[in-house]
C-alpha cells in the first residue's frame, strides 16, 4: 500500500493538469490567458486584453451586415437571438450563463463560425482576448 | 361465397385503418441522436432526417461552411457521423438533390393552404420556423393535434 501511493499521486496531478487542455474543462481565466499568450506570441505589440476595447468590437460591424451583438445583444449578460432563424440563444457572459467558455473545442467552434460570419475571416488571438476579457466583466 | 362476402368489408376497413395510422404515423418522428440534436439544433430546430432525400443530405454536409449564408463548418468525424445519421433516416421519396426543406414539393403540397400573409406574421416569420405552429416540432412531433396557428 505504501508503495503504491506515491506513483500515484504525481499521476492524479498528471491527469488533473492534462484534462483542461485536451477534452475536458476550462476556466474561462484559463483560456484568457491562453488567448493572450497566443496574441503576445502573433504579435509582441499587444499589451494584453482590454475589455473595453473587446466590447467595442463585439458591438461595432466589421464589413458585413452582421455584429457579434446582433445574435448576443449588445449586453451578452442578456439572453440572445440568431438574427437569421429567430432561435432563443443562452446568455454568453459566463456570470449568466456558467457552461459558457468552459469547453475548449466549444469555444474554437464558435469562434471560427461566428468570426467567419462577422468578418469573413477568422479572429486573431488579440481579437479573442480582449472578446473574452469584455465577456469577464461585469453586467 | 357466402362467408367470402360478408369478410370483404372488413377487410376493408382494416385496410383503411391501417393507411390511416400510417399517415399519422408519418408526422410523428422517432428522436435523433444526442449529437443530431445538439449540433443540428444550435441555430435552428434540429429538423429531422425524414425531411429531405439523402442526396439532399449529402450536398448540405459537403457545404456546412456556406450553410444558408452562415458558416456551419464541423470537424471531419462529427461531419461523417452526422450524414451517416441522416442518409439512414432519409426520405425514400423525392428527387434530385433539395437541401432546402421547404422548397420541396413534399413540403409545399403540404403547407398549400397556408397563404402568404401568414408565413409573414411575427410569430412565424419564416416556413422555416416549424415550431412557431407545429408545438411538438421539438420532439419530433409533427401531428395535426400538435397544430395551432399563432395570430
Known sequence: MTL???PLRPLLCALLLNLPGTAGAQTPQALLETFTQ?????????????AARGGAWFRQQHGGDWSCASCHTAKPHNPGRHAATGKPIAALAPAANPRRLSDPAKVDKWFRRNCRDVLARECTA???????AFLLTAP | MNLHMTRLPLLFAGALLAASAA?????RYAPASALWQSECGSCHLAYPAELLPAAGWRALFASL???FGSDASLDAATTTALLKEAEARAARRGSGAPTRITETPWFRHEHDEIAAAIWKRAAIGTPANCAACHRGAERGDFAEAQLRIPR
Not at chain 1, 38 to 50: F, V, W
Not at chain 2, 23 to 27: E, G, L, P, V, Y
Open chain 2, 65 to 67: 461552411d456556406q450553410h
Open chain 1, 4 to 6: 503504491v501511493r506515491p
Open chain 2, 23 to 27: 399517415q399519422a404515423d408519418d408526422a
Open chain 1, 38 to 50: 497566443q496574441a503576445r506570441n502573433e504579435d509582441r505589440a499587444y499589451t494584453g486584453p482590454s
Open chain 1, 126 to 132: 488579440a481579437e479573442k482576448s480582449d472578446v473574452v
